[in-house]
């Protein structure tokens, strides 16, 4: 029976950490994204996360009520730690597309605790060798190895951690990450607490049991299963040496992802044994490196783009308890596959690829963010933030519109002769004038320059931010007009999702919103263009399509979009919309290496007409006409020339018959120079065309017009 004084000092010291008066509840933290370097995430059976008023925060104290009580007795302490294990594992969700089918399965991988008297010592003496060889003499502190830490970071410039095993059992079950002396004093504090009320052989139990050892899992049980298939109780030495090696940085040492830094890693931990008189200089250097055997039990795709980025959103929603095991997502099954068929028929050697496909109010459909997802799990859809190139005069003639221009005022095309900044034309076509429509359909790039001159580089950034456009923005810097400020392809896309929907800005989302209720319009804070703004807008992006450097995207059904390549031929891109899907493609490489004659009227325009076709199926026929009875003729007959047809397609490339009065125009390209064949009363011409466009002179600075 416990002394009165004993209850007291633990009581007061209970205060002191602001132990909660309640547990916190289990697992609500899965760790989607490996953390970084040196960062060990929260145990996923205690959260302790400031600002969710659902969570308890150790710091806050004292709690209502007086002194919180002591903990139960430890005779029932394996048997709750056991249900919170059970707890952990069940924390388990599935993301489903729109349709109902499973697309991802995802949490904290969390399997039963580990007792230390089933354990053969060479299991558990590597971790107490590489993280705390005092861990049996001192009392949760170690002045000595704090000081030991110190004098090594100071002599040799490496850094070493002085945290004890219960420290460290402290800071991962009950802290926050914060890296602060309050945060550090608190961790001492509990370390106290636990050391009174834990036996050490518990102690060490429970951190083996909750440590993170990489690939989102928890806990020695766990990570020998994941790693080599193996019960912990049954591991080799060396398949110990390399567990304990993990847990100093997880991310970087995994061997599933840096095999050799986590055998690096394993020679470290054998040398520290052998200076603990775990084993001699001899077995360590005939300890062997160990096999992993790494098994999938899950049937559904455990990492796709999509499911990566919906993941953090996902967890929001778990929040509101464990009974909701599934959640529907906006992706469309149907939509993904004719993605991923787009992208793998299209010839892209080396480069890389990224496609976003959402509704005009942002909910996302469809994402392909890489070739493979196997080799390179990085998002180019959401992560990587590249130069859009021309796809950005979206903004320069939109607040033009907004301005009073309207798409037939003219706008000087003639190159630049002086000052410090002289852009170019893409294949140097420059005229006296050209309407606003032209110029866009055209990719001018003088033009754009000199629009945004008109307006004000703070208008255009004002602009792209009603938009939803929240990357850095060069103010005052003319070649901002050209798209030379980088943004993330959902971004972009999500801007043209505005536009098409014309309201904005629009919110990529991955599941669906919830129904806005009649009195939202009070507090709706979306903008929208005027009717005459949004169709001179349209007029432009159908211009670009029809006549210009977007050719190779069009569609049977009225299409808009715009096409994008940045300086030297680094990025291409095409973003538009039809029907009611938004679309935006983008092609390059990951080093930002010039592509090989690749540009967004070329490559990416005709992903992009691809995944469009599949997507709306049959809406892409013209509807056939209705049959109606033919009236007697009266009067005279009237010619059948149809002036101003309109395009018409000839074959899958970005061949074109535009039949005009008085003669007929196809446009085409050879060798990805632009080309009109006109034939009328003149005869026969070929004349150079609006063009895809090529990549700008070297000398020039200013990305080409496309």
Known sequence: MQSRQSREKRGLLARLVGWPWRRAPAPRRPIFDDPEEDERPLSPLYDSVPGDPERLRVHDWPYPGGAPPPPPARKTSRWRWAARGLAAMLFVFTLLAADGT???????????????????????QPFLAVEDRRFYSHWGVDP????????????????????TITQQLAKFTFLTPEQSLGRKAREALIAFWLEAWLSKDEILERYLSNAYFGDNTYGLRAASLHYFYRQPEKLKPEQAAMLAGLLQAPSRYAPTRNPGLARERMRTVLQAMVDAGYLTQAQAHAMPTPRLDVRDGSDLPTGTYFADWALPAARKLSDVGYSRETITTTLDARLQAAARRAVERAPLGKAQVALVAMRPNGEVVAMIGGKDYAKSPFNRATQARRQ?????????????????????DRIDNSPFEEGGYRPRNSGGHYSDSLTLEQAFARSSNVAAVRLMGEVGSDAVIRTARALGVRSPLAEGDPSLALGTSTMTLMELTAAYAGVAGNEFPVVPRAFKADKPGWLDWVWNSHHSLSSSQHKAMERLLRAAVNQGTGRAAMLAVPNFGKTGTSQDNRDALFVGYAGDLVVGVWVGNDDNSPLDGVHGGGLPARIWRDFMRQALGEQVLPARPRSEPTPDPSGPVQPLDVPNLGDIPLGDDSTRLRIEQGGATISTSVDGVPLDLRLDQQGLSLTPGAGASGAPPTPAPAPPGN
């Open 388 to 408: 859009p190139g021309s796809t950005f005069k979206l903004f320069v003639y939109l607040t033009a519109l907004e301005d009073g221009w309207s798409p037939d």
């Open 102 to 124: 499973p697309i991802a399965r995802n949490g904290a991988v969390v399997d039963r605790p580990v007792h230390l008297a089933d354990l053969p010592p060479h299991v558990y």
């Open 144 to 163: 000595r190895g704090i000081a030991r830490a110190a004098w090594s970071n100071l002599t040799t410039g490496r850094t070493q951690g002085g945290s």
